[in-house]
């Protein structure tokens, strides 16, 4: 099921994760108010993550630019959890969102709202922080191994710099995977730091189809075996009872 949510992560935000709540609901039963929040967190957490990991490369190699990313995002996930934390806020905020016709059917319930809460309690998103940066290291471990399988060596800490800078202005676009703004940036970056730009395009075109772009492969076929599986049960069950 977490395989399957890759499938939808190229979406803004990677909101399409939330498709795992929708497996959770059909196999399991569970509700989508209190599984769809620990998507949401998941999110978070990679915002989180990311942020974190820049902050302290600028300890290293410091970039105004990259600096003034970092702060602006910061800012952001502080703003969102303090709006998660404050439960009288977000029942208001709920409740308007309510009489807007589109969302009437999808706001959450009072059980999102208490699930949300459980999962922003602070050991728990504290666990879930560590987690994040050390998954998403690797994630700019296998950046940086990219770069040199193409033969250039930019050193790991210039090399995820890059990288989350232009994952965080690709997130901030709200674009479907930061699509056109991630890429463009990353380029720029590359360019600036003294590459040619025939070079920046391809390690950075590599670079996506073997993190995010794989990833979505990988769910796409994941959420074609969850889906054949319910199909081949609903067969048997339905034989079954005939």
């Known amino acids: 099921m977490y395989l399957a949510g890759m499938s939808m992560v190229s979406t803004p935000g990677g909101i399409g994760g939330l498709i795992k709540s929708h497996f959770l609901k059909v196999k399991y039963n569970e509700n989508i108010s209190k599984t769809s929040t ?5 999110r978070y957490h990679d915002l989180l993550a990311v942020t974190a990991i820049l902050i302290f490369t600028l300890f290293i190699f410091f970039n105004w630019q990259f ?6 995002v910061g800012i952001l996930a502080i703003i969102i959890y303090a709006v998660i934390r404050n439960t009288e806020f977000l029942s208001k905020f709920l409740i308007r969102m309510k009489k807007i016709k589109i969302f009437s059917k999808f706001t959450p319930n009072p059980e999102f709202n208490n699930s949300l809460k459980t999962l922003t309690k602070g050991r728990t998103i504290f666990v879930g922080f560590v987690i994040s940066i050390a998954a998403f290291l690797f994630d700019g471990a296998s950046v940086y191994v990219g770069f040199l399988s193409l033969n250039k060596d930019l050193g790991f800490v210039n090399t995820i710099q890059y990288y989350y800078t ?3 202005l690709g997130a901030l676009s709200f674009l479907p995977a930061g699509i056109g703004i991630t890429e463009g940036s990353f ?23 073997t993190t995010i772009w794989f990833a979505t492969v990988i769910g796409f076929i994941a959420t074609h075996r969850i889906t054949l599986k319910k199909t081949i049960t609903d067969d048997s069950t339905k034989k079954f009872f005939d």
């Open 166 to 168: 232009s994952l965080l």
């Open 67 to 72: 600096l003034l990313t970092a702060i602006v």
């Open 38 to 42: 620990v998507v949401l967190l998941e």
């Open 187 to 209: 380029i720029g970056f590359l360019v600036s730091g003294g590459l040619e730009l025939s070079l920046a395009s391809s390690l950075v075109l590599f670079s996506r189809l």
